[in-house]
């Protein structure tokens, strides 16, 4: 296509409505249907920019040969077939634009993050990219800024990337003086060119429209010279987006101080990042977390009007107080609050920009539209925050946390409450146990029947922290970083879970009063990742973790766990098979610390029900508490076999069990299999962990195998490249690069991470960085 | 499309003062000089080249190759079918830098990309740093073919691209080859046009692969 290009581009405007003119020829009335019926297909969906690529690549090379063979269309010369095509795609992108361009969640927030590094950038000169002289050409310049400006004046990919070519034009033709006077340095001099126009032309939606580019330009026609520009603006943006102290001739200090100067960078403690910080805590319209932060004023003072439990009659029952007939109501309730959470959190993201999104995407991976794992994402760091720290410790992955932190909140087994009363009172007591003798005992057992201690506690947390200010959230938070830090990663490590019984709560996991929002989230959870993916160091042996857990149990919590302990003992001295007394007494002895005791109860649950893929993680979790990693390595993959797909925490589990019992290799081929299984899986019904989730958990388990660090290296490169936005590989990579003496690419991974980081998970950003040595 | 006209992109690496750029000016420019001036750039090159019996486009993408691009240069590797690794036979360090490249770009492109190790400068035979010996080991050791040229005076230039293309091609032809066998055992519906993208426009890399790593 390369010399036909000139003579296409003086005739575009009419071949486009000589386009139009012949697509109104009765002949073409069916071209017309199929290409109407195309374009419905994205007014009804909603948007997904691979799979809409892949569709309009397709339609468009599909259309390319019908217009070939078409009446309308197969008389004219071929030139004209091949402006047909280019019409089309004109038509089609314009019709569908409105639901296609930016609106990834990743671009916008890749557009904002540009944005405001351009801006920053401003004070950038020709010298600090070693422009030679040569270019100083003021008027030049300004011709490329407005040509690039106008990308965003155009719908069509095509004329989009038109504006593109012409920019560069006019660089290339700067750069002829060179050509001329001998030097040509071809592209060592183009992109510091190129770079300082665009930082200078700040275009806005610049990563959008790029993304818009690649994904709809036909791919046909992506070629040659056009590919070429096309990816020098492309490397530009990258460059832009990833520079550092490094990246220009200045000095680091005068780097640092003038991106401060800039604005944007807050006039905090931690080191200062080489960037404006991402925009979200300051946005306009205040986010997601923010508003939980608000509302959890509201919350409290529902709860204490008692008017909580009768708008969700299920935040004060403990899991065996829920019968399978509970179920459907449960499940309505659950499907209710996951439309709305839905309905309200995109609302306020979509006013807020991207700003709520990139917390609840730092705090849980990408953002899922999907019901169920929307509201596990959104919710996720809501259970871990609220039970902070013990629970934090165990959880990995977003989806996860609110898994655990709901099954450790019902670990603790909860009999009757005072609200429990209040509910027959008011006639709403269906969904109370029917078992009033085992209550009757519970109630004996347990001394204070009135309490929903567990619930109480959170509660009081959150009400101190609704009153606590910015900073005291800011110290708390530091507080369980430094906590979190100090402890094993996830790792075979166990964490107590629930007594529950199944199914119940695995659809309505995230549902326990751990919901309640709470302001330390995202950091909270941003500090588990943190912690789950950056241990390099190999061995995390289990047993401390326990016996640490042991030791941070406030006396307090280990007295009712004991009870509960003796509850459950009791029970199953009545009755040895009581499986729920036998998951809820190993739940507890394992909260307890008392590995063997859990092991032995649990190993009697495994036996009675061996197709509780809950109980056999139960006892993986007591055995690797027991050091007993074979043992629980054998438990995680019944656990597994159990499952329609194995959860990432029964994954994480295997792996970090085979990790501690020097069998990395196999972790790996675990991990590797599941991989498979899931890139293999149709989209959206992939029941087990993304393959992002499956990288991440792979690339941690490289990381701990000796000699494999290069294969880590590799994996966290591969998930910076599909998230560019996610600290968490930039650290983790940081950290390897670190221990390998690769100081200075290590030192760039770090200023990734810190900048990316979301400030709330910066104090453990710069601890890990600090404990790397840097 | 490609079978009637083939097309081949070339990426050109190499530190700045090692004269790529020269390079393909002169190999662009020697021949048909009145005709190529109007479109004569200084980035991005392209010329008709016949190998064999084949009229061929070689599109040569220049690579800005300051340290300080190092992290972005990936980019352009997408697609290569070859890559020329310029360095300065009067300057050994720049033949230090060919190994990282190729390295990366076996990473990223595939193992069997065309590679071509290309010593420029050739005409500076008393300033010369590097032994032949040498720079053809490493050359040998990545399984690139070696050349040692003088952008200046022009010696070797023709024969340096004109290898790489010859290679290129044939390797094109292969995989064009293979992605046939492929089409015809799938099923008739299927061969679509993710078919051929897997199969020929994203030769070398994951199908997966959309975004190039950084």
Known sequence: ?????????????????????????????????????????????????????????????????????????????????????????????????????????????????????????????????????????????????????????????RDKLVCILNCCRVINNLLHAAVAAGEARGADDFLPVLIFVVVHAAPPQLASNLEYIQRFRMQSRMASESAYFFTQLYSAASFIETINTNSLSMDADEFIARMVTAGGVPAGGFPPPLHPPPPPPQAPFPGVAELEREGAAAVVALEAAGQ????????????PDLRVADVSALLAAYKELALRYEALSGAVTARAGAGGERQLAAAGG???????????????????????????????????????AAKRGKAAQKQQKQQNTADKAIGQAPHRPVDERYVAKQLELEGQPDADTEFQKRLERLRAATAATSEAAAAADAAVSTSILDRAPMSAGPAPRRAAPDNVESEGGGFGPGQIALAALPLVLAAVFVLADVDVGGGSAPQPTAAQQKRQLADAERAELQKQVAGFEARLAAEAGDREALRGGGAAALALGDAPRASELLTRLTEAAPGDAEAWQLLAEARGAAADLKGAAAAYERASAALPAPTLDVLQGLAGALVADAQPQRAVEVIKAERGRAEASPENGNPGPTTYELDMLLAKTYAQWSNHAADALKVYGGLIAQAPNDYRAYLARGVLLGSDGQKADAQRMFLQARFLAPPTARPVVDRVIANAGF | MSRNRTSLKLVLLGEGRVGKTSLVLKYCHSQFAEEQRATEQAAFNSKQVTVGERQVELSIWDTAGQERFHAIQPLYYRDADAALLVFDLTDSDTLERVRAWVTELQTLVGADVVLTVVGNKADLAAARAVPAAESRGVAAAVGAAYHEVSALTGAGVEAAFADTARRALARQQRRLAAADAAQLSASPGVPSWAGGRDTVSFTGQGPTRRRPCC
């Open chain 1, 1 to 157: 296509m390369a010399d036909p290009e000139a003579l296409e581009e003086a005739s575009k405007a009419l071949s486009f409505a000589e386009f139009l003119e012949r697509m109104k020829e009765p002949a073409a009335a069916d071209l017309v249907r199929s290409i109407k019926s195309f374009i419905k297909i994205f007014e009804e969906r909603k948007p997904d920019p691979d799979r809409d690529s892949a569709l309009v690549q397709n339609f468009l090379a599909k259309s390319e040969y019908t217009f070939r063979q078409h009446p309308v269309w197969s008389s004219a010369p071929a030139a004209h077939q091949a402006q047909a095509v280019e019409g089309l795609e004109k038509y089609l992108m314009t019709k569908i634009y409105h639901k296609i361009f930016g609106v990834s969640e990743l671009d916008r927030e890749r557009d904002e993050a540009l944005s405001l590094r351009m801006a920053a950038l401003n004070f950038i000169q020709p010298k600090h990219l070693d422009i030679p002289e040569l270019y100083s050409d003021e008027k030049a310049w300004q011709l490329a800024i407005k040509e690039l400006h106008k990308i965003n004046n155009y719908k069509a990919p």
């Open chain 1, 308 to 319: 909580l439990h009768r708008r969700h009659r299920f935040v004060y029952a403990a899991a």
């Open chain 1, 366 to 404: 990408p953002v899922t539209p999907l019901l169920g794992s929307g509201l596990g994402s959104g919710l996720s760091g809501m259970g871990a925050a609220t039970s902070a720290p013990v629970e934090s410790r165990s959880a990995g992955f977003g989806k996860l946390s609110e898994k655990k």
